[in-house]
């Protein structure tokens, strides 16, 4: 009798908690969907077309599939108006239906501005220093052309503009320029730089520089008071107005019988009133 009434209590104390345990389960697992379905019931979605599962009608990077499930709006890309996406709201696990910017997402919106600005300011001072790199670079190797007068040194500058002014300085000096600057008398001076810079030797080399040669050749015709520069103009304009040039200088208004343009050809026959 004894036996018997120990294994009655022996299977009441197990099996009790046992039981009490699953039902305590059952019931929470039960509570769980009963909330979940009250927060976010479940809708259902009907495609006809497989298209439609890809299609995003406000373009936030939803598709609208996936904003039925939110219940959130397909024409909107910012169904709360809080300014911040549907999806970007959706990915950081913020609530996309309502109002107001979460801390977390605004801290995280402030240190990228932060550093998309200070990326920002880093490319430009590199830039920068490259440029300034860049200059200094094409000032040492234009005093090291002109020093050793070597045209090949010149054209390792990078600033064209700089490279240009660089061969025709080795020219001039090629040709003697810097003699000129031992002469004292300032007259002297001046006629033998312009014999060095606008002789023909120094002409014929310009071909890399259009404008420059041009104006070498214009100016040489003068100061030799030679007609022939005039022919080695490339252009018809460039060769008129040095023969225009040569004309007034010399009074020799015969030449402008050669230039074809009507308008420049009476522009020579009508030399200005000194």
Known sequence: MNNK???????????IPIVFTMAVFVFQRTSKDLVRAEVL????????????????SDGDGLSDAVENVFYTDINKADTDGDGYTDRDEIERKYNPLSTGEAAEYRTLKGQIEKERYYKKEEDAFATKLVAESSVARDDRLYKEATLVVDKKTCVKIDNLDKQKSCIYD????EQGYANCE?????????VCQKNIKYSRAVCDQLSFDKSRQSICYREGAVVFEDFSFCDKQQGMEDEDFCIINYAHFTGDLSVCETIIDLRRKNMCLSPPLN
């Open 182 to 190: 031992k002469i004292m008398d300032i007259d002297e001076k001046e």
């Open 5 to 15: 009434y120990n294994w009655q209590i022996l299977i009441s104390v197990v099996l």
């Open 41 to 56: 019931p479940e809708k259902e979605i009907v495609v006809e077309n497989f298209d439609e599962l890809e299609k995003d």
């Open 170 to 173: 080795v020219i001039l000096i």
